[in-house]
């Protein structure tokens, strides 16, 4: 198949699954193009089957918000014109369904038919979506879409519950490539890090207010006490500053280190003992995913999608939004050296569950049916 993938081009969330969906997908022989507004993070090297398609927007003085959505559209049509596509598969639905629709629109009036997918990630409909400046237009071009998917059951629930959706939305979960993430071993990060077989607690996103950075820190205050130990905060954004005071003030940053955006997390992962994933909202958590995949448990809220990947004293702990209280009692309970090993196993096996492999699979079959669906053959 020909499939345009259209993303956001960043490090987080559904743009390292939209990434790593087209690279899993042009292994099996399919051609991927990517269109984006830069080369995605994660596509720094040459395949065969990888295109990359740059949305160039031609400033102009009048443009105080440059009309992005406008150049995507016309991007797309000239892409699924040339390149000849079968389908077009949207991750992150502002404003790539209502682009997507747009060139539909387009492509049908020169006599092409595109199938249009659209995957909903999290906050395209928790956060953004559903705010009385999007919400129709949000609406109608998930209903416009010939299918639509989402990363979890949390978020199909939540997208029925804020919009008039008609049309079904299938959940096809996030994924992880187990090899990558199990052929890390950098045990002498762990000594420089921790040279007297400290504990290492982690934690990777990209800083914005839902992830509640300030309850993780609170926790690693409180663990520390008990067991030693220290606190990596992987990433960066808007809460940075006032979480490095916060360090200050409850003077621990002789045990924390802010390591900015850092590519291979793995490495880092391999060597951690737990995972911090506190947030507000999550509609999946694709970074507790990541880390269950190097054998780390997890300590999380029961936000959205969160309990449907991290089970219950099973893989780690899941407790309410904000119940720092909780956190605390469930990482020390974990950190023990006789439970450790069994968590650390479990989570391992949990993420198996989600290896790429079975993922992609079903995400082809969207596509057959979608272009059955649209144009009455297979490819
Ligand atoms: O929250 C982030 O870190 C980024 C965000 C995004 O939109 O890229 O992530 C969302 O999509 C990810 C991939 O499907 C999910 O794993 C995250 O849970 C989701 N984030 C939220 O719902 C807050």
């Known amino acids: ?81 040339y390149e000849k596509l079968d389908v077009l598969h949207v991750h992150y639905a502002i404003p790539h369904a209502s682009a997507a629709y747009m060139a539909k629109q387009i492509l049908l009036t020169k006599g092409i038919q595109i199938p249009v997918i659209t995957t909903l990630h999290g906050t395209d409909i928790t956060l953004v979506g559903k705010d009385a400046s999007y919400e129709p237009v949000v609406t109608f071009s998930i209903n416009q879409s010939d299918a639509v998917t989402s990363v979890s059951e949390d978020l199909k629930t939540e997208t029925y519950k804020h919009f008039p959706i008609t049309k079904d939305i299938k959940v096809i979960p996030n994924f992880v490539n187990i090899e990558r993430f199990q052929k890390q071993r950098k045990d002498h990060f762990k000594a420089a890090i921790a040279p007297f077989g400290e504990k290492l607690l982690v934690h990777t996103s990209n800083f914005r207010g839902v992830k509640r950075i300030g309850d993780i820190i609170k926790i690693f205050s409180k663990v520390r006490e008990v067991i030693p130990s220290k606190l990596l905060l992987v990433g960066d954004g808007p809460e940075r500053p006032k979480m490095e005071n916060l360090c200050r003030k409850l003077g621990i940053c002789q045990d924390v280190r802010f390591l900015g955006k850092l590519e291979a997390v793995e490495e880092l992962l391999s060597v951690a003992d737990v995972f911090l994933m506190p947030s507000e909202k999550e509609s999946f958590g694709l970074a507790a995913l990541e880390a269950m995949a190097c054998e780390v448990p997890v300590i999380s809220s029961n936000a959205g999608g969160l309990p449907e990947l991290n089970i219950h004293g099973v893989t780690g702990f899941v407790s309410k939004v904000g119940d720092v209280k909780d956190m605390v009692k469930n990482t020390l309970f974990l950190l023990q050296d006789d439970q450790l090993p069994t968590f650390k196993a479990n989570a391992l096996a949990r993420a198996k569950e989600f290896e790429i492999g079975k993922i992609v699979p079903m995400y082809e079959d969207v596509y057959q049916q979608a272009i059955a669906d649209v144009l009455g053959k297979k490819v």
């Open 1 to 81: 198949m020909k499939i345009g993938i259209v993303c956001y081009p960043t490090f987080g969330g559904s743009g390292v699954v939209a990434t790593e969906l087209g690279k899993a997908l042009a292994q099996k022989g399919h051609k991927i193009h990517f269109i984006t507004y830069s080369q995605p993070a994660r596509l720094e090297f040459f395949n065969e089957n990888l295109f990359y398609h740059e949305v160039n927007i031609p400033a102009y003085p009048l443009f105080q918000y440059p009309p992005y959505e406008l150049a995507l559209a016309s991007k797309m049509v000239d892409i699924v014109q």
